[in-house]
């Protein structure tokens, strides 16, 4: 058995990679640190908001107490719609910054961009010979963002899933931090892992991993708000790319905007349920108590408890005032912090440093897995 040294060292450590389904389910996370590594990523799409907050920063900072963890500013996905170029690098460090000063450690954890590690488009092109067009004609995603005009979408967003497979792949990543709307994606990836390990079961074993050679990724989906929904239209999720400032708040208001907003959201006429299940079908309340929950770091029961049967515009008022005191110290923290970019560069290139030092071997060993001849 050949192993390039980094690589022998993670497996003399008994850490990753050699594991076959089922593979670590997340149970054992809080014990486990050495079984698991977390990935996740943000666009730097711009309009940075709360849905991005709820259902995937504050999930980042959570786990970075028990786990290993990187976190990619992802330019690479961001190009798949057209991006001008000073706005994209602008908007890489914004979300840096919002990582920063949600509370993510970049000494203690990877923070980098990933264009600035190859090994993601290089695993992506394994990966986009891997997965079948059968795979990604499902992704609803793709569907949504291309909309009517498919013919006129980029080739890249067709083969986003591949990439962010790569993403997780690219460093044996075992557990997934996403937003709901990423779980389709996150089955892809497990596909694709799957697909690579039963493809080239001779070589994979040949190599000395008789389990497989990609750990099957595990979405990490929890929390109140996994899926925060536009404020004007409860049936469609916040995004940072919606036409519409009104739709959602972003990390960068102040306090009269998010008040504005709050107070503008679209509601029904009835007053708030005692209990859930008096959400059911009514989509915009259950996103302001949803919204609520994660804000407060509770259930959308202990919110209902409080506000049942109060009318929308005394929760309301509650709720742009839990907003403002959780979301005005980040934004603040983010202007801070934006205007030094030159540190926020030197962050994302020592991430980027030490990003490469685990892919690398993983890569590699991919390579002599495929065939490919290294000299
Ligand atoms: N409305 C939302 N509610 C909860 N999580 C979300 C929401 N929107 C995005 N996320 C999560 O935020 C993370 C970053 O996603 P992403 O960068 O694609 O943001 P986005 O708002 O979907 O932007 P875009 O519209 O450009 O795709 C992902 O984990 C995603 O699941
Ligand atoms: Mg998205």
Sequence with gaps: ???????????????????????????????????????????????????????????????QDAHDCLYCVVDLHAITVFQDPEELAKNTREVTAAFIAAGIDPTRHIVFNQSQVSGHAELAWIFNCVARLGWLNRMTQFKEKAGKDRENASAGLYVYPNLMAADILLYHATHVPVGEDQKQHLELARDIAQKFNNDFAKTIAREGYPGGFFPLPEPLITGPATRVMSLRDGTKKMSKSDESDMTRINLTDDADQIAKKIRKAKTDPEPLPSEVKGLESRPEADNLVGIYAGLAETSKEQVLREFGSAPFSKFKEALAELATTRLTPIGAEMRRLMADPVEIDRILNEGARRAHAIADPILAKTKDIVGFIRS
Excluded: C, W
Excluded at 55 to 62: H, S, Y
């Design 1 to 63: 058995m050949r192993l390039i040294a980094p690589l022998r060292a993670t497996l003399a450590l008994g850490a990753r990679p050699r594991h076959n389904p089922p593979f670590d389910r997340g149970e054992s996370m809080q014990k486990a640190k050495i079984n698991t590594r977390v990935f996740s990523g943000v666009q730097p799409t711009g309009n940075l908001h709360l849905g991005n907050y709820l259902g995937a920063i504050t999930r980042f900072v959570a786990l």
